[in-house]
T-cell receptor
């Protein structure tokens, strides 16, 4: 059974701090790892990672994948209160008959206080 | 582009009744749609995968007779929760994969439907 584990489950930081969120996985037929931000409603896409060692960056957010050690990290620098959300890690894997599925971790709840 | 809508956004129903939730891809065609359920403080759990014109594939532990999925067109999938019970109260989210795209991130999520069964 595919498994995605995120840590920590929750985190409280002050504005301006830098945070690192972790995601480890065990899946068969790995295709990609995705990071999402979930506020009150559905997740919004942040990054997709398929290759080891290549950092993806978007503003203050960055992410990298290690396919040998089976983990990824999401970094947020100079955090702002608007970064408060649940960050979900998901792994996409081939599930047979030409289809792919996402397995989600439980998420890391980030709270940024002023 | 790539908008997925869900209707209704929130529904309250009595125990024993059935509720239908619609998921529409507004500006693209979706050969595959996914239905997820999310309980409070839990992650999204895949319930089923539906392919247009064929039967849905349900995940282990999801009762297909209770959660009826119909994917009748390339832009619409419906989830019907039959004989709903309070334990079915949850946040239901659909996502749709654009048939024109192959990249895995091109799976777009709807805004979700909050179901409360009293």
């Amino acid at each position: 059974e595919d498994k995605v584990v995120q840590s920590p489950l929750s985190l409280v930081v002050h504005e301006g701090d830098t945070v690192t969120l972790n995601c480890s996985y065990e899946v068969t037929n790995f295709r990609s790892l995705l990071w999402y931000k979930q506020e009150k409603k559905a997740p919004t896409f942040l990054f997709m990672l398929t290759s080891s060692g290549i950092e993806k960056k978007s503003g203050r957010l960055s992410s990298i994948l290690d396919k040998k050690e089976l983990f990824s990290i999401l970094n947020i620098t100079a955090t702002q209160t608007g970064d408060s959300a649940v960050y979900l890690c998901a792994v996409e894997a081939y599930s047979g008959a030409g289809s792919y599925q996402l397995t989600f971790g439980k998420g890391t709840k980030l709270s940024v206080i002023p | 582009g790539a908008v997925v809508s869900q209707h209704p956004s929130r529904v309250i129903c009595k125990s024993g009744t059935s509720v239908k939730i619609e998921c529409r891809s507004l500006d693209f065609q979706a050969t595959t749609m996914f239905w997820y359920r999310q309980f409070p403080k839990q992650s999204l759990m895949l319930m089923a995968t539906s392919n247009e014109g064929s039967k849905a594939t349900y995940e282990q532990g999801v009762e297909k007779d209770k959660f009826l999925i119909n994917h009748a067109s390339l832009t619409l999938s419906t989830l019907t929760v039959t004989s709903a019970h309070p334990e079915d109260s949850s946040f239901y989210i659909c996502s749709a994969r654009d048939r024109q795209k192959v990249a895995p991130y091109e799976q777009y999520f709807g805004p979700g439907t909050r179901l409360t069964v009293t």
